[in-house]
């Protein structure tokens, strides 16, 4: 399947019509209805979220694959998880403690991003990519809050607060099927969240060229309800990284796939916790 992400489109369990490390001409093992690709035979290929239903089961539950060596489980997504995430805070703390300049930020940020970037046109997971995309994404992300922090006093433990309190709340409306991610919802979001990105770069642009706060996106009043509807983005997105991640282990991705999940989850979270310390920093500063 193909998923998405609020910075880069990334793609997901599907390549070349098949899974990495197998396509659709491979032959099916005895016994294991899944071993062959799926999507070779899905009327739903084309669609990354509307999934064949089997009988009996709730609609918008993928069929379990039996577990197999070398194939993705929910262990392997949490423990990369853990490492990507870990290595943020790590970083991050380093940067906290060291009183590192914006200037350096700035210049960590832009090579995280060129590393998330050459991640997204890899055929296949570079663990090395995405651990250093974590170390530089910590090290803005700790000197960033640290500035914030020096002006708006609790802003970034807020902001961290507010990041686990989405993460939980989406995990479990999602496992109780509230959250339902199908074709209609995939257009929804990528549509918004294209409009979303538009008006923050022309609220940039202006913000460059004309000084100020440009059209205002980012401040005030309108900046508070961009900031709500980033955070609402960001667990739309998140969303559709628990459907990717519950696809990719029904289907039997390949076990590498799970830096992919990984990855995929560390950018939303990211993407959350800048917008919620944004959006706190508005509301306090404004009382």
Do not use: C, H
């Amino acid at each position: 399947m193909r998923s998405s992400n609020p910075v880069f489109s990334r793609r997901g369990f599907s390549r070349d019509n098949g899974y990495a490390g197998f396509n659709a001409t491979q032959q099916p093992q005895a016994g294991n209805p899944y071993a062959a690709n799926p999507y070779a035979t899905n009327p739903y290929a084309t669609n990354p979220y509307a999934q064949p239903q089997t009988a009996g089961m709730p609609q918008g539950v993928p069929p379990m694959a039996p577990p197999a060596a070398g194939r993705m489980t929910m262990d392997d997504v949490v423990t990369r998880t853990g490492m990507t995430l870990g290595l943020v805070v790590v970083m991050a703390a380093v940067a906290w403690v060291t009183d590192m300049t914006l200037g350096l930020a700035i210049g960590a940020m832009l090579v995280a991003f060129v590393l998330g970037l050459v991640q997204s046109f890899k055929r296949k997971p570079s663990p090395a990519l995405i651990l250093g995309y974590a170390a530089f994404e910590g090290l803005f992300l700790g000197a960033l809050s640290n500035y914030v922090d020096t002006f708006v006093n609790g802003a970034a433990m807020q902001a961290v607060l507010g990041t686990m309190a989405v993460f939980a709340g989406v995990l479990i409306m999602y496992k109780a099927r509230i959250i339902r991610v199908t074709r209609r919802f995939y257009r929804y979001v990528m549509a918004a969240a294209i409009g979303f990105l538009l008006l923050t770069s022309v609220n940039l642009l202006f913000a460059v060229f004309g000084g100020g706060d440009g059209l205002g996106f980012r401040s005030g009043g309108l900046g508070i309800l961009f900031g709500v509807v980033g955070v609402l983005l960001g667990a739309a997105f998140l969303a559709m990284d628990f459907k990717q991640v519950e696809d990719g282990i029904a289907y039997g991705a390949p076990r590498e796939e799970s830096w992919l999940a990984a990855f995929g989850l560390t950018m939303t979270l990211v993407w959350i916790y800048l917008e919620l310390l944004r959006l706190v920093s508005i509301l306090q500063s404004s009382d």
